[in-house]
T-cell receptor
Framework: DVKVTQSSRYLVKRTGEKVFLECVQD?????MFWYRQDPGLGLRLIYF???????EKGDIPEGYSVSREKKERFSLILESASTNQTSMYLC????????????FGSGTRLTVV | SQQGEEDPQALSIQEGENATMNCSYK?????LQWYRQNSGRGLVHLIL?????REKHSGRLRVTLDTSKKSSSLLITASRAADTASYFCATVYSGAGSYQLTFGKGTKLSVIP
């Protein structure tokens, strides 16, 4: 069964910590994406990647960075976590091009205290 | 930026009834997709309709697309309690080289047994 795996379902971190959210897909997809989801705001794109070592900013990249050293892995990094980064983080992948649906991970609910 | 807007924001129906959700968007699209999200989980891709298609079916799902009105609808026939979830429309902008999905804020569907 093809899937996208996010390393943690729930995470609690302290303000100022550097936080790594990991995402791995086993479908050999070229495209990978990080979204955050907040009540009343829907899903907002943080970063995406079309290929290894390649990244593009989404709508809300401030305070985040990403890493894609291998095709199957796309990491989201919170450089210095803040309370306004408390959110549900969703990773997704898709084949090359825009004509396919995304496969999502189960999400990581991050709380920054 | 948010592309799609779903209507209504919330919908409550009895089991066995049909549920209709609508989506409007702002710019020219390559395709439009519908996703389902069970509470606290990741999104699941339901159906994709391309800009040159007007209607598509998948099991109990029927999607229509009207590009002249920039709108789409999702019909779930003979609803079941297990259909209770949030439903999102998402669009792929038709601009060159842009393949990321932009999501609406979703319709929360409750199916009462």
């Amino acid at each position: 069964d093809v899937k996208v795996t996010q390393s943690s379902r729930y995470l609690v971190k302290r303000t100022g910590e550097k936080v790594f959210l990991e995402c791995v897909q086993d479908m050999d997809h070229e495209n990978m994406f990080w979204y955050r989801q907040d009540p009343g705001l829907g899903l907002r794109l943080i970063y995406f990647s079309y290929d290894v070592k390649m990244k593009e900013k989404g709508d809300i990249p401030e305070g985040y960075s990403v890493s894609r050293e291998k095709k199957e892995r796309f990491s989201l990094i919170l450089e210095s976590a803040s309370t306004n980064q408390t959110s549900m983080y969703l990773c997704a992948s898709s084949p090359m091009g825009g004509g396919y649906g995304y496969t999502f991970g189960s999400g990581t609910r991050l709380t920054v205290v | 930026s948010q592309q799609g807007e779903e209507d209504p924001q919330a919908l409550s129906i009895q089991e066995g009834e049909n549920a209709t959700m609508n989506c409007s968007y702002k710019t020219s699209i390559n395709n439009l997709q519908w996703y389902r999200q069970n509470s606290g989980r990741g999104l699941v891709h339901l159906i994709l309709i391309r800009s040159n298609e007007r209607e598509k079916h998948s099991g109990r799902l029927r999607v229509t697309l009207d590009t002249s009105k920039k709108s789409s609808s999702l019909l779930i026939t003979a609803s079941r309690a297990a259909d209770t979830a949030s439903y999102f429309c998402a669009t792929v902008y038709s601009g060159a080289g842009s393949y990321q999905l932009t999501f609406g804020k979703g319709t929360k569907l409750s199916v009462i047994p």
